[in-house]
């Protein structure tokens, strides 16, 4: 077997029919990790009893593979009646996965505004709940925005674990051509290239708006 | 089957899943101090080269890594077991992050350090491995930690390319009968098993050097 290279650039817009997918679990998935860390991160600060809870739920998403979640909800949530496309399932899957690592984003965000502004907001008489909105998370927005930034490329570079469900993104749509032509290696070296330019634009597009925001990458 | 009975069967492939990670950690680390030490003191061309690599590895996506090497390899000639490929493609993407870490520990020592060790009559090389890079590993141990539980759980992207590890056994189980919540459940506490011990041992040791820090 050789390495055909003009074959390799034939079947690159089919292997290009996955990319809207794959933006949007990427999109659907960046929102749904925000949302669920965001989460477990106030959920986590509400209560010192539920807060050991809180804390294990976020340490035992972290110790487990992103693609044991996304079998886990692909092959159980049928099991219980809950059959959804297989796109959603994924995109949950990586929501889930990565809300655990947002909810850190959102502690060390949450925990760099001063203390001060909490008491201030509590000595006006703010409840708990327009504190958090009104105070606390607009100040924190702006610490967390590189960190989720960074996320954002991560969730990127993970859609492909969705191909194992047969979601038809980028690496499905390669390996659709793969198993039609019975040649691997090209359609697997396109995937690559596309995904480590999609990476590398991506790269640049969230340094150039950290840039136009002002913001610089919080020291860890 | 019970549910001990999967949770064994699928600790059948524990000596695989072992078997990547660790042989993914000798790709891992001297590629990462290697290149994290080359990129904080190279200059010019080979500074671009050094940092085309580094982002190279750091940048793709593991999974689609593994298949484009798995596939593409052979078609140019290089045979690699699914191990060696395994390690390598996952060692090199930690070790890029690693390489960060190192570049990142190096970049925020004290300068006076190697001045001391410059004016002790000590060769740049030998402030290197003597003075600097102990000092910056010892800082990024909390990292590193928390780099090694993403390679134990990236170890999963093998049963893809046909390796029998943890996750595989499980797939082969799931075709001996229908038992989802059983097989899945019982894979997810596989691996929680494992890591869940380094993470909280990973959060400890980060506590320690945040007060560390602070003092």
């Known amino acids: 077997m050789n390495f055909n290279f003009s074959f390799a650039i034939e079947i690159v817009p089919r292997v290009l029919e996955g990319i809207g997918n794959t933006v949007m679990i990427a999109i659907i998935s960046f929102i749904g990790a925000a949302a669920l860390g965001l989460f477990w991160e106030l959920l986590r600060r509400s209560h010192a009893t539920i807060r050991p809870v809180i804390q294990f739920v976020i340490d035992a998403i972290r110790s487990t593979p992103a693609l044991v979640q996304i079998y886990f909800l692909f092959f159980v949530l049928p099991y219980y009646g809950l059959t959804l496309p297989a796109l959603l399932v994924g995109s949950f899957g990586l929501s889930f996965y990565y809300s655990g690592y947002m909810s850190e984003v959102f502690k060390a ?112 | 089957m019970s549910f001990f009975a999967i949770l064994r069967s699928i600790y059948e492939g524990f000596g695989i899943t072992a078997a990547v990670a660790t042989l993914g950690l000798f790709f891992a680390i001297p590629f990462a101090v290697i290149a994290g030490v080359l990129q904080h003191f190279a200059t010019g061309p080979l500074r671009w080269i050094v940092t085309a690599i580094i982002e190279f590895w750091r940048s793709s996506s593991v999974i689609v890594l593994l298949y484009a090497f798995y596939y593409t390899l052979p078609a140019f000639g290089i045979f690699l077991s699914g191990i060696t490929v395994g390690a390598m493609v996952l060692g090199f993407n930690i070790g890029g992050y690693g390489s960060q870490s190192v570049r990142a520990a190096l970049q925020s020592l004290n300068k006076g ?44 992207l093998v049963s893809l390319i046909a390796l029998t590890d943890m996750t595989f056994r499980a797939k082969q189980i799931s075709e001996l009968g229908y038992n989802p919540v059983g097989i899945y459940s019982a894979l997810a506490l596989s691996y929680l098993i494992l890591c869940y011990p380094v993470t909280i041992f990973g959060r400890k040791v980060e506590r320690r050097f945040a007060t560390r820090k602070a003092r």
């Open chain 1, 109 to 220: 965000g949450i925990d760099a505004v001063p203390a001060g502004q909490s008491e201030a907001a509590q000595s006006l008489g703010l409840s708990w709940a327009d504190m958090i909105r009104f105070v606390i998370l607009p100040q924190m927005l702006r610490n967390v925005a590189a960190p989720l930034g960074a996320y954002s490329i991560s969730i990127l570079k993970s859609t492909p674990l969705l191909a194992v469900i047969s979601v038809p993104e980028l690496l499905g749509s390669a390996l659709d051509v793969a198993s039609d032509t019975y040649r691997y290696a090209e359609p697997m070296f396109d995937v690559g290239v596309l995904f480590l330019a999609m990476s590398l634009v991506a790269v640049a597009g969230i340094t150039q708006l950290e840039r136009r925001l002002g913001l610089t990458a919080p020291s860890h």
């Open chain 2, 113 to 156: 350090q190697r001045e001391a060790g410059l004016a002790l009559g000590l060769s740049r090389f030998d402030v290197l491995r003597l003075i600097e890079l102990p000092q910056a590993i010892t800082a990024m141990f909390p990292t590193f930690i928390n780099q090694a539980i993403q390679l134990i759980k990236g170890t999963t």
